[in-house]
């Protein structure tokens, strides 16, 4: 189950940060907004993935992948301003019925980046 503050934080936009690993072992970042994240009812985040393609090519092998997001219209731990570090599991859809679901709402998208959480930290 999803942490309520945390489903208040994406009812606000900010700034959502998905990092994978490069070869090299270094990160790779990119960006979407909170508003563009779904949730299904098993509690899977489902992203669309315009572009995104070194981010797929980076999961492909290796699957983990982090999240940061926040908004400071949410009660944080010590004042304005809620954020959020989640850790997960994530892969690339191109049929099925999230796909569809982002397709639906977002037809530009030519993907859905599916994450499955594995841990997620109030880090504000």
């Known amino acids: 189950m999803l942490p ?9 936009e900010g700034v959502v ?6 070869e090299t072992g270094l990160p790779h970042l990119v960006n ?19 572009g995104m393609c ?7 092998r290796n699957n ?3 999240l940061t997001m926040g908004s400071r219209d949410v009660e944080g731990k010590r004042g304005p301003g809620a954020g959020f570090l989640i850790k997960g599991t994530a892969e690339f859809l191109y ?13 530009w998208a030519r993907a859905a980046l599916k994450v499955a959480i594995t ?4 880090t504000l």
């Open 4 to 12: 309520d503050k945390f489903l208040r934080v994406l009812e606000h």
């Open 17 to 22: 940060a998905i990092a994978t690993l490069e």
């Open 32 to 50: 979407t907004w909170n508003s563009y994240i779904q949730i299904t009812a098993d509690g899977l985040l489902v992203i669309p993935a315009g």
């Open 54 to 60: 070194t981010t797929e090519k980076n999961l492909s």
């Open 64 to 66: 983990t992948v982090l």
């Open 95 to 107: 049929a099925g019925t999230e796909f569809d679901l982002i397709k639906s709402k977002f037809p």
């Open 119 to 122: 841990d997620i930290t109030q």
